[in-house]
């Protein structure tokens, strides 16, 4: 149980320090049935205090997952679930922290990136790492 209460706390932290993530501004990006993955946008107009989220409910990791995003740079992966399974997971799939942004249109955005998704997992992506 307290490796569900650490992942649980530590999601709410995120959630406190981003405050995109409370904002009623979302836009449903990526929806593909058969992978079984959700990305969404959240965002403050005017501030640059972007989020994405991705879902999976895949049993499998996607190594090099094409994802639309709103802006080109550095991206950091301020949470990843895979860390909590048996933590700390010593065999997490990850993004090693950040991403690159600067890859072609997709999913109505300008840029996009390749991404490690996790099997069943929660990611966020922001552009501060606050």
Request: with cysteine.
């Amino acid at each position: 149980m307290s490796d569900h209460l650490r992942f649980l706390r530590e999601l709410i932290q995120v959630r406190h320090r981003y405050r995109a993530l409370c904002s009623d501004r979302i836009n449903v990006h990526h929806i593909h049935n058969d992978n079984r993955v959700l990305a969404f946008h959240r965002w403050l107009d005017g501030i640059g205090d972007d989020v994405i989220v991705v879902v999976s409910l895949s049993e499998q990791t996607w190594w090099s997952y094409e994802l639309g995003f709103p802006c080109a740079g550095e991206w950091f992966e301020v949470f990843n679930s895979d860390v909590y399974d048996n933590w700390v997971n010593p065999n997490v799939a990850g993004n090693g922290g950040q991403i690159n942004v600067g890859g072609p249109p997709k999913h109505g955005f300008q840029f996009s990136a390749s991404v490690v998704i996790p099997a069943n997992s929660l990611l966020l992506f922001a552009r501060n790492p606050q």
